[in-house]
């Protein structure tokens, strides 16, 4: 499970909807306990993928590296990664799935002609090499 704040929600999907009809991505960052994660910040990130920005994301490592020290000093860590599917499902495509950590909240964001939203959180699971779906709360 991973608890994320209406006011996180709404910089994430603020943030989808600029870079729409472009995929767009980001780190949540929390903490976790016995699985269970919440987020205490979302960080917005630059998608290096200018080719095929559509349907792709990739993130630049140097941004990636300054945001987890960051967050280590405040004694948060990077708990998973968030990205937005124009104009598709919120599932896992078989790229992002190539890419994928065990350990990670894998948050999609479906956005449809431009605002309507439909967010989904995966986990991927190493041995099945599947995602499998995790409950968002909203807290
Ligand atoms: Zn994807």
């Known amino acids: 499970m991973i608890t994320i704040s209406n006011d996180d929600l709404n910089v994430i999907k603020g943030h989808v909807k600029k870079a729409y009809p472009y995929e767009c991505c980001g780190l949540l960052i929390g903490k976790e306990k016995e699985g269970n994660k919440e987020v205490v910040e979302t960080c917005l990130l630059t998608n290096l993928n200018k ?3 559509n349907d792709r ?3 630049d ?6 945001i987890d020290q960051d967050a280590g000093k405040k004694k948060l860590s990077i708990i998973g990664i968030y990205h ?3 104009d598709h499902p919120s599932r896992p495509s078989e790229f992002d799935a190539s890419r994928a ?3 990670y909240s894998y948050m999609i964001i479906a956005i449809a002609n431009g ?3 439909e967010i989904k959180s995966w986990v991927f699971n190493e041995s099945e090499k599947i995602f499998k779906e995790e409950e968002i709360k909203n807290g």
């Open 84 to 86: 937005s599917h124009p």
């Open 115 to 117: 605002s309507e939203f």
């Open 51 to 53: 080719e095929r920005a």
């Open 101 to 103: 950590w065990e350990g």
């Open 61 to 66: 490592p140097k941004e990636y590296m300054k």
């Open 57 to 59: 994301y990739e993130v």
